[in-house]
């Protein structure tokens, strides 16, 4: 169980363009979601957090114009990155968490920007 | 700024051999986790301590929680080739609010060779 998915896997888009990332809980509700950003042989790093029904509280230094996230539902989150840049190449992974301790982390999605 | 420290960053070891990762935080924590990530994939939960001086056990790996609940270690005995990966530990802050945002420290990259 505790499963969380994340759609696309890998994309790569174009200087300029919008990309949307989906991170689905499998087989739990999810009131609170985490979106973190991983570049190469670095830590994960906290984007934003995402609670059902209300806007994301974004992390110093994220701009939160640029990273829309919505979280329509107790299983759905998504990551929206506009007008992509070749710096927001980068490997983004969510994370939910249900009632309990445990996050459970999506398999991530790998972004380029071209 | 980081406030939880990973140390060491690298870990080249010798399949057999015991090696041990400290996570030191700035301030107090409420609890730490531990993930691991494997080449190539994404961060897999492994524990959590809560408690003040706790420490865990998962086979050949110990989890110990500081006094303090300031830092935290892994050590893991015997190392064999399946333990290889970035073992991150992850702080949740005693600051933080209900949401249960963590914050990870750099990780610890294992090398491990026969």
């Known amino acids: 169980g505790a499963v969380v998915s994340q759609h696309p896997s890998w994309v790569i888009c174009k200087s300029g363009t919008s990309v949307k990332i989906e991170c689905r809980s499998l087989?739990?509700?999810?009131?609170?979601m985490f979106w973190y950003r991983q570049f190469p042989k670095q830590s994960l790093m906290l984007m934003a957090t995402?609670?059902?029904?209300?806007?994301?509280?974004?992390e110093q230094g994220v701009e939160k114009d640029k990273f829309l996230i919505n979280h329509a539902s107790l299983t759905l989150s998504t990551l929206t990155v506009t007008s992509a840049h070749p710096e927001d190449s980068s490997f983004y992974i969510c994370s939910a968490r249900p009632h309990g301790d445990e996050q459970y982390f999506g398999p991530g999605t790998r972004l380029t920007v071209t | 700024g980081q406030q939880v420290m990973q140390i060491p960053q690298y870990q080249h070891v010798q399949e057999g051999e015991d090696f041990t990762t400290y996570c030191n935080s700035s301030?107090?924590?409420?609890?730490i986790q531990w993930y691991k990530q494997r080449p190539g994939g994404h961060p897999v939960f492994l524990i959590q301590l809560v408690k003040s001086g706790e420490v865990k056990k998962q086979k050949r790996l110990t989890f110990q929680f500081g006094e303090a609940k300031k830092n935290s270690s892994l050590h893991i005995t015997a190392t064999q080739t399946t333990d290889v990966g970035t073992y991150f530990c992850?702080?949740?802050?005693?600051?933080?609010?209900?949401?249960?945002?963590?914050?990870f420290g750099a990780g610890t990259q294992v090398v491990v060779t026969p």
């Open positions: 301030t107090t924590l409420s609890n």
């Open positions: 992850a702080g949740q802050l005693m600051t933080t609010d209900s949401w249960g945002k963590f914050q």
């Open positions: 087989d739990f509700q999810a009131t609170t």
């Open positions: 995402s609670n059902e029904g209300s806007k994301a509280t974004y």
